[in-house]
């Protein structure tokens, strides 16, 4: 048995974190060597050529991310993408709670189902981020010679702007997650209680009782 002290609850599957992360090295090698480009202080890491083959390297398992994600676990990933394009009213009263929550306070916040709007927000923009971001840059890769000066600025516009976009909400993707304590989430799949009542009070409660994780031990002594 896994681990995991009395009190918590499973949020991720490991499938879902290994594609988690397999994201979050692929995008930051590619935010670094394509700032080699880019930024005059960077430059050395192009020298050679090498953020050239470290950035198509990462381009090719940042692409793949979503493939392997509907792969492994189907349901999850269409659910996922479903969820983060539904929108309903009780999402839009959460809304109204977003200067507050961005300030560190759930106070008042309207109870939210397996991800909240504010989630949904950030994997929608996140999703349309990489659809632009993989299309400018496989026109790029393959097609730049067909593209023309024209065509050539305005594919290259949409790929930098694509990756500033992607930037900051990685950015405040970090922020959130530092701020609420969100981080075991990702590294062991689990998340407290207190925290699953907080920001899914509507998931945490259409849980079955067999979900929230209990040691060994622990299951002994309650014995």
């Known amino acids: 048995m896994t681990d995991v002290k009395p009190g918590m609850?499973?949020?991720?599957?490991?499938?879902?974190?290994?594609?988690?992360?397999?994201?979050?090295?692929?995008?930051?090698?590619?935010?670094?060597?394509?700032?080699?480009?880019?930024?005059?202080?960077?430059?050395?890491?192009?020298?050679?050529?090498?953020?050239?083959?470290?950035?198509?390297?990462?381009?090719?398992?940042?692409?793949?991310?979503?493939?392997?994600?509907?792969?492994?676990?189907?349901?999850?990933a269409l659910e996922l993408l479903k969820e983060s394009f539904t929108y309903t009213l009780k999402d839009l009263k959460w809304f109204k709670h977003m200067p507050a929550y961005v300030l560190g306070s759930t106070k008042?916040?309207?109870?939210?189902?397996?991800?909240?709007?504010?989630?949904?927000?950030?994997?929608?923009?996140?999703?349309?981020?990489?659809?632009?971001v993989a299309g400018s840059g496989l026109a790029l890769w393959f097609g730049q010679s067909a593209l023309g000066p024209e065509g050539l600025a305005i594919v290259l516009s949409v790929h930098d702007l694509s990756m500033l976009g992607l930037t900051v909400l990685m950015i405040g993707h970090m922020y959130f997650t530092f701020l609420y304590g969100a981080l075991p989430a990702m590294t062991t799949g689990f998340v407290t209680e207190d925290y699953a009542r907080m920001e899914h009070a509507e998931w945490y409660e259409s849980l079955s009782p067999q979900t929230v994780a209990m040691t060994e031990s622990d299951d002994q002594t309650a014995a």
């Open 108 to 132: 008042g916040l309207p109870p939210a189902g397996r991800i909240n709007p504010g989630q949904k927000i950030h994997h929608a923009m996140t999703f349309v981020m990489f659809v632009t």
């Open 9 to 76: 609850v499973q949020r991720y599957k490991l499938a879902q974190r290994v594609v988690h992360w397999l994201g979050v090295g692929s995008f930051l090698i590619l935010l670094l060597s394509g700032l080699a480009l880019l930024v005059p202080q960077l430059a050395f890491l192009a020298a050679g050529g090498l953020s050239r083959v470290f950035h198509r390297i990462a381009a090719f398992g940042f692409m793949l991310m979503p493939i392997v994600y509907v792969a492994i676990v189907p349901h999850d």
